[in-house]
C-alpha cells in the first residue's frame, strides 16, 4: 500500500532531493514544486501533508501557508524554514501551520514529526510496517534507533548512529563536515573536528572500511553500493 502523499514545497535543491529521496525510500508519494504559485493546485487529495519553505522565489511562504488552509482544512501543513525568531513561528502557525521546524534540521526530527502528524490523521503504517533507510549493504531505522548491515544488527554508541543515518540518508552524495558537525553534534564548526574523526573510524570498523569515503576538504560520502 503507498504511503500518504506528501507536497514538498522547497526551493532549496539539495534539501529538496535529500527529502523526496526519503520520503520515496519509506513509500510516500513526494510532489514536489521550487515555487509556491502552483501549490495549492498541486495539493491534491491524496497529498495528505505538505512540507513548506518561507523563503521561495515567487510568493512568500507564509501567504502559501495561507491559501492552503484555506482550500484544504484537513491538511496537516508543516513550515520547514530558516527564519528562526519567535514572530516568525507565530506567524506561520497563526496562517494556519500545524508545526514549524527551523532549519538547520535534523533528519531524525522532521521524520519524528512527520509520522506524528500522519499519525494524528490516522494515515500512518502500522509501526513494523516503517520501511528502514537503505544504502547497499546497509539499513537503518530512524524511529528504532536501529541499523544493520547484511541483515546483521550493528551495536553503535549514539553519536555513530546519528552519523550513519545522516550518511545513509545521503547515500552517494557529499556530507559536509559543517553539516555533520551541525547535525549530529548540534555545534557549528569551530576547527576541530577531532571528534569527527574518531567517530567515522569507528564506524568505518563496524560498517566495512569502504563503505565510506574520505573527501578531502570537503567531508565524506556513504557508497551506495558499499
Ligand atoms: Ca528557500
Not at 43 to 48: L, M, N, R, S, V
Not at 54 to 60: E, K, Q, S
Given at each position: 500500500m503507498a504511503g500518504a502523499g506528501i507536497l514538498l514545497v522547497e526551493d532549496d535543491e539539495a534539501i529538496a532531493s535529500g527529502l523526496v529521496r526519503v520520503f520515496g525510500s519509506q513509500g510516500h508519494p513526494v510532489t514536489r514544486l521550487a515555487?509556491?504559485?502552483p501549490a495549492v493546485a498541486a495539493?491534491?487529495?491524496?497529498?495528505?501533508?505538505v512540507i513548506l519553505d518561507?523563503?521561495?522565489?515567487?510568493?512568500?511562504g507564509i501567504d502559501v501557508c495561507r491559501r492552503l488552509r484555506a482550500a484544504r482544512p484537513d491538511l496537516a501543513i508543516l513550515i520547514l524554514s530558516a527564519r528562526d525568531q519567535e514572530l516568525d513561528v507565530v506567524a506561520g502557525l497563526d496562517a494556519g501551520a500545524d508545526d514549524y521546524l527551523v532549519k538547520p534540521f535534523r533528519l531524525s526530527e522532521l521524520l519524528a514529526r512527520v509520522r506524528a502528524h500522519l499519525r494524528r490523521a490516522g494515515l500512518a503504517e502500522p509501526e513494523d510496517d516503517r520501511e528502514p533507510l537503505r544504502a547497499g549493504a546497509l539499513a537503518v531505522d530512524l524511529g528504532a534507533r536501529r541499523a544493520w548491515r547484511d541483515g546483521d544488527e550493528l551495536e553503535l554508541r549514539p553519536k555513530e548512529f546519528d552519523l550513519l543515518a545522516l550518511l545513509v540518508g545521503e547515500a552517494g552524495r557529499a556530507v559536509t563536515r559543517e553539516r555533520i558537525m551541525r547535525e549530529v553534534w548540534d555545534t557549528d564548526w569551530m576547527g576541530s573536528t577531532k571528534t569527527l574523526d574518531t567517530h567515522v573510524l569507528a564506524l568505518r570498523h563496524k560498517v566495512g572500511a569502504d563503505a565510506i569515503t574520505t573527501l578531502r576538504g570537503v567531508g565524506y560520502r556513504l557508497e551506495d553500493g558499499a
Open positions: 515555487r509556491g504559485g495539493a491534491t487529495e491524496d497529498i495528505k501533508l518561507l523563503g521561495l522565489p515567487d510568493i512568500d
